[in-house]
C-alpha cells in the first residue's frame, strides 16, 4: 500500500529514433478487486504513423518496472492493468515500448483499489453513437467534427432527477485534449436498450474537429469523478486522423454488357464513403441521351454511407451496331468550403456495352405492325425474317410475339471482298438511308471491311442490279 508520485520518464536513442511514446493518462486510477474486478488501460501514442498503418499491425509493448508492488499484472500487446490485490492505495509503473525503435516512456501512477462490493461509475460502450474505447482504434477525418456522447451509469443512481438536467455533482476528467477538442457540462440522460427498461445516466458531449496538421495518431483518457460515489475506472480513446478518403465503388465493373433495342437495361450503381459525415454525388459521364438516372439515396452503413442511384436506359431504333462505355463519376463532396476540408479524388467506373444488330425486344401491347412501323418497314416483311412466328396477326398468344419477345428487324450479310454499301443496298433492294438507320456503326463515308456483318431488310419487289 501506500500513495506515490506521479512520474514519467522517457528514454529515446535519438540516433534510431525522433520520439519516444506519449503516456496518454490521467495521474490517478480507481479499479475494483475481487470478482467484480476492473482494470485501466495504460494508454500511450506517438507522433509517427498508427499501428494500423504497419505491416505488423502493432508498435507498442508493456511491462510493469520494478515499481509495481506484487499482485498487478499488465497485457504485454494492450497495456491493461488489473489488479488481484487488497483494498487500498498503491503506485504502479508501467514501461511502454517502442517494438519498431526501442525507445520507451515509463509512467509511475496512484492506482486505488477499491473493495469488491463498491459503487463505480462505468463506462456504456454500447449507447448509440458514442466512439469505442481502446484498444480499439477509432478513424476520424481531418476538417470533419467528431461528436459523440459518453454516458456513464451508477447502480441506482440519477433516478429522481429528471432527463436533460445539468447535474453539478459529476465531472468528466481529462488529460491532455487535443486542441480544440471539449468535453461539455454533464447531465443527466436515459437509455434504453432493446427491450429493455430505459436506464438513466450520466451525459457529456465530446466535440473535436482535427485539422490537417493532426494527421496521426491521437490518444484520449477520461473519468467520471461525482461527489456521491467513487470514481469510474479511467477510459482511454484511440484515434487515427487521416485525410478525407476518396469514394470507392460497391458496383463491380462489369464488360460486355449486351443492351438489345427495345429492352430497358438496368444498372444498380452504389458508392462507398467510408467518412460517414462525408457523402458522395453519382453523376453519369457523356450517357446517351435517353439513359437516365434515378435520384441518389444515401444510407448509413457501419462500415460508412453508401449512395445508391439506378441508370436506365432503352437502346432506341437506329442504336443497332453501336459499341461504347457508359461511365460514372462518383465524387467525394467533403470541401464544401469548410477550412481544413480537402475534397477527395473521384472515382470512375466504366461498363463496356454493345447493342446488337437486326435484333429488337418487343413491348407492351406491339404487335408486329408496330414493330414495323418503328423500323419503317411492313409486317409482311418481319414475318419473313421470323419463321417461329405462326401467328403474326396476334400479341401474346401462343404463336404471336408479347411483351420481351425478340424479333429479327433486319437480315445480317456479311460484306464480300471490294463490295461497297451503295452495291449491297441496290443489291438487295433496299434504300441507303434504311441501312444506315440499322447499322449505327456504319456510316456512309466509312469503307466496309471485307467480312463485316451490315444489317438490312431486303425488298425482293424492287429491282436489283
Known amino acids: 500500500g501506500g500513495g506515490s508520485p506521479w512520474e514519467i520518464l522517457s528514454e529515446v536513442d535519438l540516433s534510431v529514433a525522433s520520439h519516444s511514446p506519449i503516456v496518454q493518462l490521467l495521474p490517478s486510477a480507481t479499479i475494483r478487486a475481487g470478482d467484480n474486478a476492473t482494470g485501466f488501460y ?15 499491425g502493432s508498435k507498442l509493448s508493456w511491462a510493469l518496472t520494478s515499481a509495481t508492488p506484487p499482485g498487478f499484472s499488465v497485457g504485454a500487446g494492450d497495456g491493461l492493468v488489473t489488479g488481484g490485490v487488497e483494498a487500498g492505495t498503491y503506485g504502479v509503473g508501467v514501461e511502454v515500448r517502442d517494438v519498431t525503435t526501442n525507445a520507451s516512456s515509463s509512467v509511475v501512477l496512484e492506482v486505488e483499489v477499491l473493495a469488491a462490493n463498491a459503487t463505480m461509475p462505468t463506462f456504456d460502450a454500447s449507447f448509440p453513437g458514442t466512439r469505442m474505447p ?32 445539468l447535474f453539478p455533482g459529476a465531472t468528466i476528467r481529462t488529460a491532455a485534449l487535443p486542441r480544440g477538442a471539449a468535453v461539455g457540462p454533464v447531465s443527466v440522460g436515459e437509455y434504453a436498450p432493446p427491450g ?9 458531449l465530446f ?3 482535427p ?5 496521426g495518431w491521437h490518444a484520449i483518457c477520461i473519468y467520471l469523478e461525482t461527489n456521491f460515489s467513487s470514481p469510474s475506472p479511467q477510459t482511454c480513446f484511440d484515434f487515427r486522423v487521416s485525410e478525407d478518403p476518396t469514394p470507392t465503388w460497391l458496383t463491380p465493373p462489369l464488360d460486355n454488357l449486351v443492351a438489345t433495342m427495345g429492352k430497358e437495361l438496368h444498372i444498380t450503381l452504389q458508392a462507398l464513403d467510408t467518412n460517414s459525415a462525408d457523402s458522395v454525388t453519382i453523376e453519369g459521364v457523356d450517357l446517351p441521351a435517353d439513359a437516365a438516372l434515378t435520384p441518389a439515396d444515401s444510407q448509413p452503413r457501419p462500415e460508412g454511407v453508401v449512395t445508391t442511384r439506378n441508370l436506365t436506359w432503352t437502346p432506341r431504333q437506329g442504336s443497332g451496331g453501336l459499341r461504347g462505355q457508359l461511365c460514372f463519376r462518383a465524387t467525394d463532396d467533403g470541401a464544401g468550403g469548410v477550412p481544413g476540408r480537402s475534397s477527395a479524388s473521384p472515382a470512375d467506373l466504366c461498363f463496356s456495352f454493345s447493342v446488337p444488330k437486326c435484333r429488337y425486344t418487343v413491348g407492351e401491347m406491339e404487335g408486329l405492325v408496330e414493330v414495323a412501323r418503328i423500323f419503317k418497314t411492313n409486317w409482311l416483311q418481319l414475318w419473313a425474317l421470323n419463321k417461329d412466328i405462326t401467328r403474326p396477326e ?13 424479333v429479327n428487324v433486319g437480315q445480317m450479310v456479311k460484306v464480300r471482298e471490294g463490295e461497297s454499301l ?14 444506315l438507320g440499322l447499322n449505327a456503326d456504319i456510316t456512309g463515308t466509312k469503307p466496309l471491311v471485307t ?9 425482293s419487289c424492287r429491282e436489283r442490279s
Open 134 to 165: 481502446y484498444p480499439d482504434t477509432n478513424l476520424v477525418y481531418a476538417g470533419f467534427e467528431v461528436e459523440f456522447t459518453l454516458r456513464f451509469t451508477v447502480p441506482g443512481a440519477a433516478t429522481n432527477i429528471t432527463s436533460g438536467t
Open 196 to 204: 429493455s427498461t430505459p436506464v438513466k445516466g450520466y451525459h457529456a
Open 207 to 209: 466535440t473535436w474537429t
Open 394 to 406: 396476334g400479341y401474346g398468344v401462343p404463336g404471336a410475339v408479347h411483351a420481351g419477345f425478340e
Open 211 to 215: 485539422l490537417p496538421e493532426d494527421f
Open 451 to 459: 467480312g463485316e456483318l451490315v444489317c438490312l431488310v431486303p425488298n
Open 422 to 435: 451503295e452495291k449491297i443496298v441496290s443489291r438487295f433492294g433496299t434504300t441507303l438511308r434504311q441501312t
Open 42 to 56: 495504460v494508454s500511450a501514442n506517438d507522433p509517427g504513423a498508427h499501428p494500423t498503418d504497419l505491416p505488423s
